[in-house]
């Protein structure tokens, strides 16, 4: 997925404001960015259609900046594009509430998303 495109996606999903992210490296310039539920921003409106938990796997990682808050990691704006300084390569930046942020520069991405399955009582 080009950065556009996930900037596209971002967008749909209300740039991810309220979701919970956690993320993890997986080596050799790859990033693994986990969002418990992706839908959070629509949380309690009738349009909610659901949680669905988000896994966006970036290849060609280079951290740009990282201020990041010591406890949980709140989303309040994430957003992606192409970056200015190579057609090829995007740019993916995550403001986080109350303070933080964090700006990655990327090469691919690929979006996993998953309804989540309630338990339901037997």
Known sequence: MRADELGHYLEKKGLLHDCLLSWRELGEGRLSVE?????????GLPEYPGASRL???LEGVCVKEMVAPADELRVFEASARLSGEAASLGEF???FWPAGHMTLSFAAARVTERPVRELSPR
């Open 35 to 43: 969002v418990s539920d992706v839908n959070a921003a629509t949380h």
């Open 55 to 57: 896994i966006l796997e």
């Open 93 to 95: 930046r995550v403001t």
